[in-house]
């Protein structure tokens, strides 16, 4: 499974881990990302989707 959101297409960003004697080193921040079932209308079937919380809360508020 890649991490990437099916809706928002968010994927794991680069940062760096800072210490107290200021040492760098490369960190990944993923994003949170959950296997939900979406209903999908054209297929009228439910469908499994890797998404993103934010992207869920984008379908819920579209569905109102």
């Known amino acids: 499974m890649s991490r990437v959101c099916q809706v928002t297409g968010k994927k794991p960003s680069v940062g760096r881990n800072v210490s ?13 990302l959950k296997k939900k079932k979406v209903f999908n209308p054209k297929t009228r079937k439910f469908e499994m989707m ?9 379908l819920q ?3 109102k």
């Open 61 to 63: 508020k579209g569905m």
């Open 50 to 58: 890797t998404i993103s919380t934010k992207g869920l809360k984008t």
């Open 20 to 32: 107290h004697s200021n040492r760098k080193t490369i960190r990944r921040f993923l994003p949170n």
